[in-house]
């Protein structure tokens, strides 16, 4: 006689980023950190890959500071990774850098279309190749700093799965901060 059999974990889904471009525009720009260390950017790493680790899929996950390519955070989730996965890592955080906004409100934009987006900013055959605009780069913004501090990179899911989890788990961790969407300059997000 056999044992009935257990039912399998069921995986969290990530939560699916917003669809228009307006929308993704504005948590851009107001989902801000209260200040972003070396620490912080451990912390933020870490949780996306706990998070991903509960996926099948092989992801590689990346922070670094805007200045310099200095790296602050690399890890992939599981084995299957390839060169690959660091060129995408590598595109995504050049175009979030150079636009400064994220690789999926570039996609919104341009509607997933790389010879429009190409055109529209002269970009040649040798440099198109240099930027992606599929979710999965963020634009890392801290309050009161003008401009992009960091860029954080998830490859290896859908491109909205990709920028989802990076939304869905800054969003917990600003939560976690006192510091969530729309909180105030130097006050805490208020509970209801």
């Given at each position: 006689?056999?044992?009935?059999?257990?039912?399998?974990?069921?995986?969290?889904?990530?939560?699916?980023?917003?669809?228009?471009?307006?929308?993704v525009?504005?948590?851009?720009?107001?989902?801000?950190?209260?200040?972003?260390?070396?620490?912080?950017?451990?912390?933020?790493?870490?949780?996306?890959?706990?998070?991903?680790?509960?996926?099948p899929?092989?992801?590689c996950?990346?922070i670094?500071?805007?200045?310099?390519?200095?790296?602050?955070?690399?890890?992939?989730?599981?084995?299957?990774?390839?060169?690959?996965?660091?060129?995408?890592?590598?595109?995504?955080?050049?175009?979030?850098?150079?636009w400064?906004?994220?690789?999926?409100?570039?996609?919104?934009?341009?509607?997933?279309?790389?010879?429009?987006?190409?055109?529209?900013?002269?970009?040649?055959?040798?440099?198109?190749?240099?930027?992606?605009?599929?979710?999965?780069?963020?634009?890392?913004?801290?309050?009161?700093?003008?401009?992009?501090?960091?860029?954080?990179?998830?490859?290896?899911?859908?491109?909205?799965?990709?920028?989802?989890?990076?939304?869905?788990?800054?969003g917990?961790?600003?939560?976690?901060m006192?510091?969530?969407?729309?909180?105030?300059?130097?006050?805490?997000?208020?509970?209801?």
């Amino acid at each position: 006689m056999s044992s009935p059999a257990l039912p399998l974990p069921t995986i969290p889904p990530i939560t699916p980023p917003p669809t228009t471009l307006e929308s993704v525009l504005h948590l851009d720009s107001t989902l801000q950190f209260p200040t972003f260390t070396s620490s912080t950017a451990w912390t933020l790493g870490s949780l996306l890959r706990q998070r991903l680790l509960q996926f099948p899929n092989p992801c590689c996950i990346n922070i670094s500071l805007a200045q310099g390519n200095h790296l602050l955070f690399h890890a992939v989730t599981h084995s299957g990774t390839t060169p690959d996965n660091d060129s995408w890592v590598a595109r995504k955080r050049k175009a979030v850098l150079r636009w400064g906004v994220s690789t999926y409100a570039l996609h919104l934009k341009y509607g997933g279309d790389e010879q429009v987006f190409a055109a529209k900013h002269a970009l040649g055959p040798e440099e198109r190749g240099e930027y992606a605009i599929h979710g999965g780069g963020w634009p890392v913004r801290v309050r009161g700093v003008e401009g992009v501090v960091a860029v954080v990179v998830v490859s290896g899911l859908k491109q909205e799965l990709d920028h989802g989890v990076i939304l869905e788990v800054v969003g917990e961790m600003l939560e976690g901060m006192g510091a969530g969407a729309g909180a105030g300059e130097g006050e805490k997000k208020k509970e209801d």
